[in-house]
């Protein structure tokens, strides 16, 4: 079995890791660039860095905080926030991502997720996908932040990112985000089971049992957390040795 990957999350918002509960009522979390500090000291799987403003206030994503994070980060990168280009994305692979996330520009040019892949090559491509659940069993994809809905459905939309060349799917309950009630299990499962790239759940891990919960019942292949490990509800090392104890594979 691979091992599963515990992935801490900067939400950053004028220049500050923010978190809220579903996208807003924000609060002050630190310095983005200390903080990636100390998730490579607890010996964070990977980090990811969204510049959750970028796309909703049509700016490009802000380089020199990429650029002072990548100089402490030793484990894989991933970037995301604004990117509408190969010429973006190449940029900020050169100042030390090493995958970047697209969420907003997908939605709008899908056409951009198989002219990275095949640029950059699909490891380095990740599609965020931010759902909301509509109706029993059916999740609807939302962009810009979360603010605005797309329409689209979001199995049938994680199928498509996959076949255009996506590498993975970072995938965000916005209903169940900052709760800490734990992962939505259904649309995380449903996604995991019907594409061939690995899945990254994100969205309401509050408790231990809630990522032992997201990677057997939800089948992730990763779990995304920020204010548990933001506001030391939790260590990195304590889900890990959680998930040991339960018999889950994690890199120790």
Known sequence: ????????????KDGRVVKGVQFE?????????QLAKYYVEERA????????????????????????IAREVFIPFTIGGGLTSCEEIREILARGADKVSLNTAAVKTPCLISQAADSFGSQCVVVAIDVKGTAANRWQVFTHGGSQPTGLDALEWAQRVASLGAG????????????KSGFDLKITRSI???????????????????????????????ALA???????QFRIQDVKSYLLGNNISVRI
């Open 1 to 12: 079995m691979l091992a599963k990957r515990i992935i801490p999350c900067l939400d950053v």
């Open 25 to 33: 009522n924000l609060r002050d979390a630190g310095d983005p660039v």
């Open 45 to 68: 799987d990977e980090l990811v860095f969204l510049d959750i403003a970028a796309s909703k206030e049509k700016r490009p994503l802000v380089f020199d905080v990429v650029e002072k």
């Open 168 to 179: 993975e799917i970072l995938l965000t309950s916005m209903d169940r985000d900052g709760s």
């Open 192 to 222: 995991s089971t019907s594409v061939n790239v690995p899945v990254i759940a994100s969205g309401g891990g509050g408790d231990l049992s809630h990522f032992a919960e997201v990677f057997t019942t939800g089948r992730a292949d990763a």
């Open 226 to 232: 920020a204010s548990i490990f933001h506001f030391n």
